[in-house]
Nanobody, 124 residues
């Protein structure tokens, strides 16, 4: 069993930066593919980024070049650094852990464990 706790969300202005964190317990973040998803009001949950157990990273086209996912194996924590934020980035951001094959990394059904989410609001 893996427990995930997100933190670091908040209210920022367009163009600002923000880093959200996902602290894991019960297992090492290196053992899983760790991912960030987000869900805006009235919309479906969507893939944002993932860091696989190998360390390779993948991003949604909408955030590529602006967001960076990383992990700290000592702290057992995964981060999402978000730069040049836009109002359309406003959502609840969720951390997830799973072992999806490469072709399924954007499928939320492939992730076993989820955090409670942290709200990120970007004002224009």
């Amino acid at each position: 069993q893996v427990q995930l706790v997100e933190s670091g969300g908040g209210l920022v202005q367009a163009g600002d930066s923000l880093r959200v964190s996902c602290a894991a317990s019960g297992s090492s973040v290196r053992s899983y593919g760790m991912a960030w998803f987000r869900q805006a009001p009235g919309k479906e949950r969507e893939f944002v980024a993932t860091i696989r157990s190998t360390g390779t990273t993948h991003y949604a086209d909408s955030v590529k070049g602006r967001f960076t996912i990383s992990r700290d194996n000592v702290k057992n924590t995964v981060y999402l650094q978000m730069d040049t934020l836009k109002p359309e980035d406003t959502a609840v951001y969720y951390c997830a852990a799973g072992r999806p094959i490469l072709s399924a990394i954007q499928d939320s059904n492939m992730y076993y464990y989820w955090g409670q989410g942290t709200q990120v609001t970007v004002s224009s």
